[in-house]
T-cell receptor, first 112, second 114 residues
Framework: DADVTQTPRNRITKTGKRIMLECSQTKGHDRMYWYRQDPGLGLRLIYYSFDVKDINKGEISDGYSVSRQAQAKFSLSLESAIPNQTALYFC???????????FGSGTRLTVV | AQSVTQLGSHVSVSEGALVLLRCNYSSSVPPYLFWYVQYPNQGLQLLLKYTTGATLVKGINGFEAEFKKSETSFHLTKPSAHMSDAAEYFCAVSDRAAGNKLTFGGGTRVLVKP
């Protein structure tokens, strides 16, 4: 099994719908992150969590919310999806020591 | 705040030729620096990282990068490109003043010609 698992892998949804993307990890890392990837823009941080009781906004949090259900689980929600949220979403984890991230395989989300 | 600039969103190289991907960063504290690779339909995989110590860092698949503080650069190289190197490459800097969050560059897509 993968160290960081994202579900679903692909999703098409309609404008205005609520959608949740899920992430679970077996790395035992305290820190988890949600990024979105858009062509030419690299990866931009949406939300991050340094432990179960710590949630922080990233640079592009508007229109998104998160929940850290357990050390191993971190979900991202789009309360009312809009077309410009069409992107590739990545979950990542890291240890406290800053050695870099472990990424999931991504969720490709299309909002029509 | 940290920032990362990757020069060239697309690079085309011939098989066997040198691969050079450029990365410049800004950071208010001594940085940790990373290169990640993304193959089609996959997540990002760590190629190499610089934290402290030797400024020339060797990674997987024959890649290496050199940290040059005076130039605020961390360019990625590979002496001889292989077809399997076709991918997108991301440079990232760690915000050590804010819990080591990573800030990524815009990415460079590498095309390898036979």
């Amino acid at each position: 099994d993968a160290d960081v698992t994202q579900t679903p892998r692909n999703r098409i949804t309609k404008t205005g719908k609520r959608i949740m993307l899920e992430c679970s990890q077996t790395k035992g890392h305290d820190r988890m992150y949600w990024y979105r990837q858009d062509p030419g823009l690299g990866l931009r941080l949406i939300y991050y969590s340094f432990d179960v009781k710590d949630i922080n906004k990233g640079e592009i949090s508007d229109g998104y919310s998160v929940s850290r259900q357990a050390q191993a689980k971190f979900s991202l929600s789009l309360e009312s999806a809009i077309p410009n949220q069409t992107a590739l979403y990545f979950c990542a984890t890291s240890a406290r020591t800053g050695g870099g991230y472990t990424f999931g395989s991504g969720t490709r989300l299309t909002v029509v | 705040a940290q920032s990362v600039t990757q020069l060239g969103s697309h690079v085309s190289v011939s098989e066997g030729a040198l691969v050079l991907l450029r990365c410049n960063y800004s950071s208010s504290v001594p940085p940790y620096l990373f290169w990640y690779v993304q193959y089609p339909n996959q997540g990002l995989q760590l190629l190499l990282k610089y934290t402290t110590g030797a400024t020339l860092v060797k990674g997987i698949n024959g890649f290496e990068a050199e940290f040059k503080k005076s130039e605020t650069s961390f360019h990625l190289t590979k002496p001889s490109a292989h077809m399997s190197d076709a991918a997108e490459y991301f440079c990232a800097v760690s915000d050590r003043a804010a819990g080591n969050k990573l800030t990524f560059g815009g990415g460079t897509r590498v095309l390898v010609k036979p």
